[in-house]
């Protein structure tokens, strides 16, 4: 049996909790802002499909009034109370993911505690 590691044209997928979804305000809106936001394009280059928004079940963080939104495998998530926050927590996942895969120098290190500390600026519990 031969394995192959088989780069997507696709980035990650963007997970969102069905149940937090749910029990937000307008959960319509809001996953309707998601898909928006991502088949948008921005950041995206050429030839590369947008990434899929899957609905997953409960992440275990359960907060109130805000959808939780994932994107890497590195155990961060993003907390979306409204539309407008939509695109920034996005951006931040792609920019997370992007700064992930490159080298750990300690340089990218201080950009993924920027990126951190903007995730709990877009929407503090």
Do not use: H, W
């Given at each position: 049996m031969s394995l192959r590691i088989v780069q997507s044209r696709r980035p990650g997928p963007v997970f969102v909790c069905r149940k937090c979804l749910k029990r937000s305000n307008d959960p319509?809106?809001?996953?309707t802002a998601i898909k928006r936001a991502v088949k948008s394009g921005r950041g995206r280059s050429s030839g590369e499909k947008p990434a899929r928004v899957v609905l997953t079940s409960c992440f275990g963080l359960c907060p109130k009034r805000a959808v939780v939104i994932t994107?890497?495998?590195?155990g961060e998530y993003l907390l979306v109370s409204a539309t407008e926050d939509v695109p920034g927590a996005l951006a931040l996942l792609r920019e997370d993911q992007n700064t992930s895969s490159r080298s750990s120098s300690s340089s990218s290190r201080a950009k993924q505690a920027t990126v951190r500390s903007a995730m709990l600026r877009i929407n503090p519990i």
């Amino acid at each position: 049996m031969s394995l192959r590691i088989v780069q997507s044209r696709r980035p990650g997928p963007v997970f969102v909790c069905r149940k937090c979804l749910k029990r937000s305000n307008d959960p319509k809106a809001i996953k309707t802002a998601i898909k928006r936001a991502v088949k948008s394009g921005r950041g995206r280059s050429s030839g590369e499909k947008p990434a899929r928004v899957v609905l997953t079940s409960c992440f275990g963080l359960c907060p109130k009034r805000a959808v939780v939104i994932t994107g890497g495998t590195r155990g961060e998530y993003l907390l979306v109370s409204a539309t407008e926050d939509v695109p920034g927590a996005l951006a931040l996942l792609r920019e997370d993911q992007n700064t992930s895969s490159r080298s750990s120098s300690s340089s990218s290190r201080a950009k993924q505690a920027t990126v951190r500390s903007a995730m709990l600026r877009i929407n503090p519990i």
